[in-house]
């Protein structure tokens, strides 16, 4: 069943309005029948996942008042919608991912002012994410002294970095900012920086030996459809060794795994010190079991 979906304009405002259904969100524009052509407005297909999931129905009204409170809520690709809406200069107000769990969702204004929700299908790795300051990370990681050396310390200045599992020689511990739920993170205790080169083999064997037993805790935990490790840092920050053991759910889109399932910059989970003193438990008993 096609649902239909009503909102206003001011007289005259369809162009700007096509201007942005269409330019903008790419939605094709239905021709309207001749008799209601006549009264003005335009109407168009909302795209869903497989066809049209609804026709926006768009007719002016005068005096004109935009819908502020009541609004048109779109499930979409929230992502690619966001994107294109930024760049055509809109501004997209992300919602707080605990309102709705699971569903990443934001709202914008179209030219008129009315008040639209776009939100994502509710599945896959992006579903609890939320935006990520790449630039002000970076800054923080190039000024500050090495966070794996204070977790070590005991001075590091976050909670979220819950220590699961250490011995004499290697330590390891939540991700602060992780991109999938179990993203934990394990390193040398000494402040190595070079992954091969700096550990003569047994110390390496040793350092693998722990991503192994930890990797499979987290498997325990949460749901895991591949396990990923990876080996990353640099010279210029966050130079001190460390793996990542970042486990992708099921159910994640192809285009969603992988470094993507990874990257900061396509937003990291909405985390609380209860998330990571929970999952943090969990993992210890999952250890000692
Ligand atoms: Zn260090």
Known sequence: MLHHVQIACPPGGEESMRAFYH??????????????????????????????????????????????????????????VAAGLVAAGYAVRWADAAEIPGRRRFHTDDPAGNRLEFLGAGDGAGARRVPFDIADYERRVRESPCFICA??????DSELEQIIDEDDENIAFLCRYPTLTGHTLVAPKQHHEHVVRDLELEKFWRLTEMVHRVARAVETVVPTERMYLASLGSQQGNSHLHWHIAPLPPGVPYREQQFHALMAENGVLAWTLADAVDLAGRLRRALNS
Do not use: N
């Not at 795209?47 to 809520?73: K, M, N, S, T």
């Open 23 to 80: 330019g903008v969100l790419g939605w094709a524009e239905i021709p309207k029948p001749p008799l209601l052509a006549a009264r003005g407005g335009c109407w168009f297909a909302v795209p869903g996942v497989d066809g049209p999931a609804a026709e926006l129905h768009i007719g002016p009204e005068d005096p004109f008042r935009p819908a502020r409170r009541a609004h048109p809520a779109f499930v979409v690709d929230v992502d690619a």
């Open 151 to 156: 977790i070590v310390a005991g001075t590091h």
